[in-house]
């Protein structure tokens, strides 16, 4: 390559955080409207918007208003009356936010939200879990988690061709602080790809309209809410293969793959592996590389980038060729295990030679999570596949049980 084709190729980089990635991409996708409402690791979002808006003049109104329902509120209104809409919030502003959250998902308003993921209260806590991130998938929102800065950018930018062709609304979630607030490269392609990506003259059926006035979210016979319900449940089902389609789309267009619903890792001959999302998962590939170098054991990562919709197909096809594989979440479900871990199971039950499936919980709070510990869960898989260790209910990476005793003890 010569000095000048280089340059050339290196024009639209920039180095950033995963929060004006974010912002980057909002800006790219052309969103008319954007709700706003500050919360730690999230602000630096809109606060990179309104400095778009005011030093290169982007047509985006940025909507600030006094709480996160309120944010939610402004960017269903414009969804509503067909403007491409975003907003942004994380943990408890999530909470505040969640009575129209779910009357966004359930009015099938294709609205896109960044959660920038962090533990929510009590007690106060500013560290990254999941918890929040996931409680969507549960409200009628597809949900998916970019690993790097990178395919944030790219990740809101499929969201948008995600939403707009199911008419669901998306989050795209993103490790707080370890991706909010840390900077990389990213690649922006020239406006008119993503322009033809994602273009705004989409049919519009749920826009309302003073020509033909009907409403939205309103009353209905309860002989009807079933299948209202059983609709956004089919779209969703039915949108995995969809969220393959459009990464191999983008990938056509800009060289970059993610794998889809899941990117595969060292999977080919893989006997154990680890199932985990986010920025972990780089930790996660390391291990692999490592207790394969180490010990011998066959192992990979199965970095799941959507959850929801859920990745059976996929996921099942993945469980009929390894023995073991353990599921690390960064959030759990109180007295049963991780959620994820309680949904691989699930989605695996039917398999005739359903792999092993090991629940861990780790890194709540922001706890760190290394790349030993993953190697430890690797080892730990192998030992399972051959009758040495026992699987449990749930196993817990970095537990302190005398920190806390301590602490109380102190206070």
């Given at each position: 390559?010569?000095i000048?084709?280089?340059?050339k190729?290196?024009?639209?980089v920039?180095?950033?955080t ?13 969103v008319?409207?954007g709700g706003a409402?500050p919360?730690s690791?999230?602000t630096?979002?809109?606060e990179?918007?309104t ?5 290169e ?11 996160e329902?309120s944010a939610?509120?402004v ?7 067909g403007?491409r809409a ?5 943990s408890q ?6 009575e129209?959250?779910?009357?966004v998902g ?12 962090r533990?929510m209260?009590?007690p ?8 929040d ?5 549960e409200w009628?929102?597809?949900v998916?988690f970019?690993?790097?800065?990178q ?8 969201a948008?061709?995600?939403a707009?062709t ?14 909010s607030h ?6 922006i392609?020239d406006?008119?790809i993503i322009?033809?990506?994602i ?6 059926p749920?826009?309302l309209?003073t020509e ?11 002989n009807l809410?079933?299948e209202?319900r059983?609709n956004?449940f089919k ?8 969220v ?11 060289g ?15 006997e154990?592996?680890v199932?985990?999302m ?17 010990y011998g054991i066959?192992a990979?990562v ?7 919709p859920?990745?059976?197909k996929?996921?099942?096809k993945i ?5 073991a594989?353990?599921v ?5 479900s109180?007295g049963?295990g991780?959620?994820i871990?309680?949904e ?5 039950y039917?398999?005739?030679n359903r792999?092993i499936v090991?629940?861990?919980i ?7 999570v ?8 690797l080892v730990?898989?192998?030992e399972m596949?051959d009758?040495?260790?026992?699987v449990?209910?749930?196993k817990w990476?970095?537990l302190?049980?005398?920190?806390i005793?301590k ?5």
């Amino acid at each position: 390559m010569s000095i000048i084709e280089d340059k050339k190729s290196l024009s639209n980089v920039k180095v950033v955080t995963a929060n004006e990635a974010v912002a980057l991409a909002v800006k790219c996708a052309k969103v008319d409207v954007g709700g706003a409402y500050p919360i730690s690791p999230q602000t630096s979002i809109m606060e990179y918007l309104t400095k778009y808006i005011e030093t290169e003049n982007i047509p985006m109104e940025i909507v600030r208003v006094e709480s996160e329902h309120s944010a939610m509120a402004v960017a269903m209104g414009a969804a509503a009356v067909g403007a491409r809409a975003f907003t942004a919030t994380a943990s408890q502003g999530l909470l505040y936010m969640a009575e129209m959250v779910y009357w966004v998902g359930s009015s099938r308003l294709p609205v896109v939200m960044a959660i920038t993921s962090r533990a929510m209260g009590a007690p106060w806590i500013l560290g990254n879990e999941h918890t929040d991130v996931l409680l969507p998938r549960e409200w009628g929102w597809m949900v998916l988690f970019p690993e790097d800065n990178q395919e944030v950018f790219d990740t809101i930018i499929q969201a948008y061709k995600l939403a707009d062709t199911t008419l669901v609304p998306v989050v795209v979630g993103l490790d707080g602080f370890i991706l909010s607030h840390t900077t990389m490269p990213i690649s922006i392609p020239d406006q008119s790809i993503i322009d033809n990506f994602i273009p705004k003259n989409t049919p519009k059926p749920y826009a309302l309209n003073t020509e033909d006035p009907f409403t939205h979210g309103n009353a209905v016979h309860s002989n009807l809410y079933l299948e209202f319900r059983h609709n956004i449940f089919k779209t969703i089902e039915d949108s995995e293969d969809l969220v393959d389609e459009i990464d191999k789309e983008w990938s056509k267009l800009t060289g970059r793959s993610y794998g889809g619903v899941i990117e595969e890792f060292l999977l080919d001959d893989a006997e154990v592996a680890v199932l985990v999302m986010g920025a972990s998962s780089g930790d996660a590939k390391e291990a692999a590389k490592k207790v394969r170098e180490k010990y011998g054991i066959k192992a990979g990562v199965i970095r799941l980038r959507s959850i929801r919709p859920f990745p059976v197909k996929r996921l099942s096809k993945i469980a009929q060729k390894v023995k073991a594989i353990g599921v690390f979440d960064r959030n759990m479900s109180p007295g049963l295990g991780g959620m994820i871990a309680t949904e691989v199971k699930f989605a695996l039950y039917d398999l005739k030679n359903r792999p092993i499936v090991q629940s861990y919980i780790g890194g709540l709070g922001g706890k760190d999570v290394k790349i030993a510990d993953f190697e430890n869960i690797l080892v730990e898989l192998k030992e399972m596949v051959d009758g040495k260790r026992e699987v449990e209910k749930v196993k817990w990476v970095g537990l302190d049980l005398a920190a806390i005793e301590k602490f109380l003890e102190e206070v």
